[in-house]
Structures are given as structure tokens and as C-alpha cells.
């Protein structure tokens, strides 16, 4: 199982980014996929999911109506869309995986995750 994560970058705040990550080594049928992240001095957060086998998508309430979690099975690609970013978004954020479904109170806790990617970092400042 291997994931990289990638599309970080520095943009105001109000503007938006796409993070990628490509995986391999599973399928996304078994494997529940989604994206953490981690800011300077606090614990790495759950951001958003895709649970498996249900597909059903998760969002953390902090990104609620402005981040938006997709893939391609095609293409062994999982996106994170992130409109109206704020200084509070910045952080590294990581894709992560595992095998089969998580109990809804931990699909976005970072300790029930097996496999990750390296960190991309995103940066919203003025």
C-alpha cells in the first residue's frame, strides 16, 4: 500500500486549492481513504473521508460546506477540493487509508488509520 499526496502550496485567504493523492497496492472497494492534517504544535485532525464499503463521504465541522472529497477509481486518485480557505487551514495535510469501515465516531480519528502518504503542505496567508 503506498499513497503521496501532492497540490500544496501558499494562497490567500478566500482562495482555493485541489489536493491529489495517488495510491496503490488496494483497491478503494475495501478501503476506507480520506485526508488529515496536521497544523504547527497540534495533534493531526481528521479532515475528510470516504467510508468503505457504503461510500459514504465524511467532513470534518471545521470544513463543512467548503472542502469537497472525491475519487477516481481509474485512475487510483483521491481529491480534496478546498474553496474559501482561512488562515486556520493551514497545516500539512496527509492522505491516509485502511481496510474495511469504521464505527462513525472514528472515521476521523488519525489513530485508526494504518497507511499514509507524505505530508503536503498548504499555507493560507495574505
Not at 29 to 52: H, L, M, N
Not at 59 to 72: E, H, L, N, P, Q
Request: charged share 20%.
Amino acid at each position: 500500500v503506498q499513497l503521496q499526496a501532492s497540490g500544496g502550496g501558499l494562497v490567500k485567504p478566500g482562495g482555493s486549492l485541489r489536493l491529489s493523492c495517488a495510491f496503490s497496492g488496494f483497491t478503494l472497494d475495501y478501503y476506507t481513504i480520506g485526508w488529515f492534517r496536521q497544523a504547527p504544535g497540534k495533534e493531526r485532525e481528521g479532515v475528510s473521508i470516504i467510508s468503505r464499503p457504503d461510500g459514504i463521504k465524511r467532513y470534518a465541522d471545521s470544513v463543512k460546506g467548503r472542502f469537497t472529497i472525491s475519487r477516481d477509481n481509474t485512475q487510483s486518485m483521491v481529491y480534496l477540493q478546498m474553496n474559501d480557505l482561512k488562515p486556520e487551514d493551514t497545516a500539512v495535510y496527509y492522505c491516509a487509508t485502511r481496510k474495511g469501515r469504521l464505527i462513525t465516531s472514528a472515521q476521523l480519528t488519525a489513530a485508526h488509520y494504518d497507511y499514509w502518504g507524505q505530508g503536503t503542505l498548504v499555507t493560507v496567508s495574505s
